[in-house]
T-cell receptor, first 114, second 116 residues
Framework: DSGVTQTPKHLITATGQRVTLRCSPR?????VYWYQQSLDQGLQFLIH???????AKGNILERFSAQQFPDLHSELNLSSLELGDSALYFC?????????????FGPGTRLTVL | DAKTTQPNSMESNEEEPVHLPCNHS???????IHWYRQLPSQGPEYVIH???SNVNNRMASLAIAEDRKSSTLILHRATLRDAAVYYC?????????????????FGKGTKLSVIP
């Protein structure tokens, strides 16, 4: 158990819908990262927040957005869902923003878009 | 981030040592070498990281070539639980202050199978 929690574990929805994925980092960690893992693209970085501020964006679609709240939990919002958005979404946390900080990954949310 | 090259897959017998290679010929002097692994149906898990010297922890050892253009992750006694995809990742430690990209860039990794 990494100490990072993600809810829900599974999500099934229809095209065009909007969903919210939630992540609670390990106690004391200020950084939250979101990653998407699909069969054809592998693990891809989406976005990084540090202490409530957006720090970096990766291959995140405009239909997706995220935020980190004052209590440091984070939410990833996915809207106008398409079949291709079906994937595993992982959240990771680390103590600081530094590249040498170990990242702790949650168990993931499996999103299925029908 | 600089690119790494790993074999697609490797096999090992249970309770034998495993050496997982990684080539990173374009590594810069400020790149850390990180290893993560992903067990089936789980999120990635940190294994070890190093800069220049060889490193040991409870999970594994990391042997870094003198010219730093390659490294080897060593699992001293493979168990069935070590069957996973192992990712070798370079991280530039200069990106530690101010705004910047701190994400992990995952390649395809090496799928390790452990034979009982």
């Amino acid at each position: 158990d990494s100490g990072v929690t993600q809810t829900p574990k599974h999500l099934i929805t229809a095209t065009g819908q909007r969903v919210t994925l939630r992540c609670s980092p390990r106690s004391g960690d200020l950084s939250v990262y979101w990653y998407q893992q699909s069969l054809d693209q592998g693990l891809q970085f989406l976005i990084h927040y540090y202490n409530g501020e957006e720090r970096a964006k990766g291959n995140i679609l405009e239909r997706f957005s995220a935020q980190q709240f004052p209590d440091l939990h984070s939410e990833l919002n996915l809207s106008s869902l398409e079949l291709g958005d079906s994937a595993l979404y992982f959240c990771a946390s680390s103590v600081g923003p530094g590249s040498y900080n170990e990242q702790f990954f949650g168990p993931g949310t499996r999103l299925t878009v029908l | 981030d600089a690119k790494t090259t790993q074999p697609n897959s490797m096999e090992s017998n249970e309770e034998e040592p495993v050496h997982l290679p990684c080539n990173h010929s374009t590594i810069s002097g400020t790149d850390y070498i990180h290893w993560y692994r992903q067990l089936p149906s789980q999120g990635p898990e940190y294994v070890i990281h190093g800069l220049t010297s060889n490193v040991n922890n409870r999970m594994a050892s990391l042997a870094i070539a003198e010219d730093r253009k390659s490294s080897t992750l060593i699992l001293h006694r493979a168990t069935l639980r070590d069957a996973a995809v192992y990712y070798c990742i370079l991280r530039d430690y200069r990106r530690n202050s101010g705004a910047g990209s701190y994400q992990l860039t995952f390649g395809k990794g090496t799928k390790l199978s452990v034979i009982p």
